[in-house]
């Protein structure tokens, strides 16, 4: 069970799809960013950047779970789109596996990843009560 506080920030104008800021206790877990590759390191999606979201958030949910975590214990999500344009693709699975109270993030187009057919990458932070 998530011990996740998201606080008003006074005088700052309410994130659309994230939260300012989010403040728990617990063990800090650090998910690297995920690209669309699935289990036998191929990509999923090319050129689609709503399936490759989806493939992305799949592996981050996975991540999570052998951390001990779940999406309700996210604290923190980076995007890194190579098209700002994708967001809403991505927004879109976002809240299918984040249907509550959004956690803090920030987005970034890049000029490049690691690889041509990466269209976005996200990693994540995670607070858990400890076992």
Known sequence: MSNLEYPQVAG???GNGYSHVVTGTGQWVAIS????LDE?????GLGDPGAQAEQVFAN???C???AGA???????????VTDIGHLPAVRTV???YIPGPKPASTAVQ???LFSPDALLEIEAYAVIQPA
């Open 12 to 14: 700052v104008a309410p």
């Open 33 to 36: 960013g995920q690209v669309a």
């Open 40 to 44: 036998n390191g191929q990509f999923v």
């Open 60 to 62: 981050l949910e996975r």
């Open 64 to 66: 999570l779970a052998t």
């Open 70 to 80: 779940t999406f309700a214990d996210v604290v923190k999500l980076t995007y890194f």
């Open 94 to 96: 976002r809240d299918r």
């Open 110 to 112: 890049v000029g490049a």
